[in-house]
């Protein structure tokens, strides 16, 4: 009788219920998890990793034998509630019949202290925890077993095994590369070893992991034609071949439009789509910002699609403003910072960064948070950003608006000087 081959969709529902099973036994369970975000590129990062990993393991093992249990849990960074605000992910769930039961978010994982000792992580499209992953998952460093991504290297976590940070269009490229190679389906040339995919192919679904992760390349890509590197047209290479007949540019206009839809939502689900904090433990502040002496910091920065003339058109300024308010206590944020990027008509690719303290008339901090606006401004003008100013409130404390003349530095780039700023 012939095996059924292994779909993502099966390998997801198998891998809820193992975490099921295991998790009164945390020392059987090893978590991928990407960034904060939760964008296209994070998902698909850690649930391709997980997959790929269960597939080593498998073939790993003599013929007949019976299937490992899986104990690679892919885990969503954001709760269950906000995967409707991310349109493409949701279609590329419907596309693979993927459900969303099926699926393990980080609001689902309660561990105490004792547990959390036995836990490992590997971390995917980002190399320094979060907040929430450190509330949540995190006992100690060790705990960090593996790493791969593609933003600015943190340092930490020196020991963990791979630990691959390389500059990509997209971290699942290094994920693909890491397994393809390690399954010996792909060789360091980004050529496909037929036979070797054939057999894996007589178990698992490599053609709709192939589609899978085109996606978060092509969309962090912008098919193909933004912040690309050889390895990003390797492996795309690699891809086609694999799942052959797929109309990569009707693929990428679909998710870009699934990925753009906003419309519908509100502010607050609009800057927590794609919003990632920035903790600082105890920052050095000069004598312009003491009132936050001694306090750590948290810096809010939110990825938009469409341009703040947009939003503001939409909902009016006092409103925008009530909403990055309300977004900003509900997250504990001292200030957030608002990146948009969308194709203008006359102008091309535009972006933009617009920044506002959080003001709570009942909070102590209100005036603290404009201080450090008003420092983090001064800075912003005159880093590599090349801001200028478009729209500002007449308020203090309200909201600014600048023009983004750099067009390369994305809140991959902001973050880090930020980090320069305030430690």
Known sequence: MQKMVMSI????RNAKSAFTDLKSHPSKLKFVI???SGDLDSIISSISYAYLSYIAEYTSL????VPPRINTIPVLNFKSSELELRKDVEYLFSDLKVEKQDLCFINELKFNAEEKQNLELVLVDHNSIESNIRNQLYYKDGNIVSIIDHHKDENQYLDAQPRIIEVVGSCSTMIA????EKLGIMDNKFQINRSSANEVGKNFDLQELAKLLLGPL???TSNLQYKTTPDDIGIFKAYREISTGLN??????ILKKEKDNIDTLKAVDII????KAYQFVNPELNSEVQLLAGEDIIIGITSIVKPMGWLLSRDGLLEMEKSIDEFGKANNVNVLILMTNFNDATHGFCRELAIKPIIDATGPATQANVKLSQFLKRKLLTSDLELQLKSSSNREGGLQVYSQHNLKASRKQVAPILRTLLT
């Open 218 to 220: 092509l969309i962090d």
């Open 272 to 275: 927590n789509k794609d919003y």
């Open 9 to 12: 969709a099966t390998f997801l």
């Open 177 to 180: 590369k890491h397994w393809f």
């Open 248 to 253: 990569t540019t009707e693929y990428f206009d």
């Open 62 to 65: 003599p013929s007949n034998h």
């Open 34 to 36: 990407g960034n904060q």
